[in-house]
């Protein structure tokens, strides 16, 4: 993106107290109607969570939609990789001091919102819709409409790797989210919630390269 598509962008977004700051690889698009505001902290789009050893993942995508609105209630990192994409008339809203890593997917439809200090691991996905028309047989067959329902998480909340939280579940706040989760239900205020799995150990098995592996 050149400098003067990009300074056309930045006369779209709205700054109360704040500051916005974009590293070279960040892709932003904002259509007709779409807003972008930030109040009383700093937007850092792109930026290594921690070091440079994190340069490698792709770009940060931020695409607005006509006439949506991401709202920024004070500061916001998003890492690398990372993309927020609004579709029309759809409110995203960070209520401040968010920390979403590298390489996580917001896809918001109608709303999604994110309470003040919730924090985001690698690769995760958050959605409030099923984002596509569905096919029912029945009467005569006919398409289905997507189903859309806000996605709220509260204050003090993580995430960790690899999470994923579909359309209209309510996060309480102070919980704990661990890593490979797929939520399926609302999660209650100070809640761990932990994926379970049975493991299967076979032993007495040789890798093609030799008996011991150091």
């Known amino acids: 993106m050149n400098?003067?598509?990009?300074?056309?962008i930045l006369r779209k977004v709205k700054v109360n107290n704040g500051l916005f700051l974009f590293s070279k690889n960040v892709t932003i698009k904002l259509q007709k109607g779409a807003k972008l505001i930030i109040n009383n902290g700093i937007f850092r789009a792109g930026y290594s969570i921690s070091d440079d050893c994190f340069s490698c993942f792709e770009k940060t995508n931020i695409y607005l939609d006509e006439?949506?609105?991401?709202?920024?209630?004070?500061?916001?990192?998003i890492g690398p990789g990372t993309s927020l994409i609004l579709n029309?008339?759809?409110?995203?809203?960070f209520g401040g001091s968010n920390i979403i890593a590298h390489n996580n997917t917001f896809f918001c439809f109608r709303k999604i919102e994110f309470g003040k200090n919730t924090c985001?691991?690698?690769?995760?996905?958050?959605?409030?819709?099923?984002?596509?028309d569905l096919y029912s047989a029945r009467n005569g067959g006919h398409f289905l409409k997507p189903l859309y329902k806000p996605l709220v998480v509260k204050e003090n909340v993580g995430f960790q790797?690899?999470?994923?939280?579909p359309r209209g579940i309510t996060i309480g706040k102070n919980?704990?989210?661990?890593?490979?989760?797929?939520?399926?239900?609302?999660?209650?205020?100070?809640s761990?919630?932990?994926?379970?799995?049975?493991?299967?150990?076979?032993?007495?098995?040789?890798?093609?390269?030799?008996?011991?592996?150091?």
């Open 120 to 132: 985001t691991s690698w690769n995760c996905q958050f959605m409030d819709s099923d984002g596509h």
């Open 67 to 77: 006439n949506s609105i991401l709202e920024i209630n004070g500061d916001l990192n």
């Open 88 to 93: 029309k008339n759809s409110h995203m809203i």
């Open 161 to 165: 790797m690899n999470v994923t939280i």
């Open 3 to 8: 400098f003067i598509s990009r300074f056309l």
């Open 192 to 214: 761990l919630v932990i994926v379970e799995q049975n493991l299967k150990i076979k032993k007495g098995i040789m890798t093609p390269y030799g008996k011991e592996i150091n």
């Open 175 to 190: 919980a704990l989210i661990s890593t490979g989760a797929i939520l399926r239900e609302d999660i209650p205020a100070e």
